[in-house]
């Protein structure tokens, strides 16, 4: 069983969704918050690992140990799962059912892209600084940053700090795929690759800033300047649909 994991209005997740089915992979199972809220849990965690049943408010039933592989959308708690919690108890149910959403994704382990953990639900969260650290480390200049800042992600995903007088420019790392409108050169395109290993998120957007002044010539005056471990897919058509199911494949349960 492979899984598209997303809230209901991830348009590029329902589109990959649609995409993916075309690409083999089947039983391929859309899992949305509207499908999770009022779902029944049995959540184990023992020596042999983790193994969880979700039953689904639509009938369906999900089980961990046979999913072979899944795309994991979930950045966040999905505010469905808490919508029926009284006021008083809502604390400590959002605490409850986060550590219960992220032990159910992270014993997924590598089947999922992006995987979980106890900094996020797909892919950690990172300041600024540890972003420009990360992508000095995988060799592309970034944006300058203010130290000790917190971490802040838009909605969709997006976590950006303030660039120069720049013109943004996309580009989503699928694995070892790397897609973007204009041409990268090779040694971007490797640190790009690189950035996304580094951070352990395999599905990865990364939004540049051109220099307008001409700084930063090394990479055409590019600097790193936002991230998004919910890139819009759609950006990548039907090459990035097949790089995702051939990462999907990659990682799947032997």
Known sequence: MWLVLCLESDAAALWAHAELGRQGLKPLELVTDRHLAGATWDHRVDGSGVRTRVALADGRSIDSDRVT?????FFALPPRLLADVEPAD????AGEMSA???SWLAGLGRRAINPS???GLAGAWRSSAEWAALAAEAGMPASPVIIGEEPR???DGWH???PLAMVPEDVIVVGR???ARRRLGERLRLACHRLAELSETPLLGLRFATDVR???RRYGGRRLAAVTPLPDLRAGGHDLVVALADELRAVAAP
Do not use: Q
């Open 160 to 162: 950006a700090w303030p």
């Open 100 to 102: 219960l959403v992220v």
């Open 69 to 73: 592989g899944a795309l994991n959308r």
């Open 90 to 93: 809502f604390e400590y149910a």
């Open 214 to 216: 001409g700084n930063g």
């Open 177 to 179: 795929a790397v897609f």
């Open 117 to 119: 953990g106890t900094r």
């Open 153 to 155: 992600y838009a909605p």
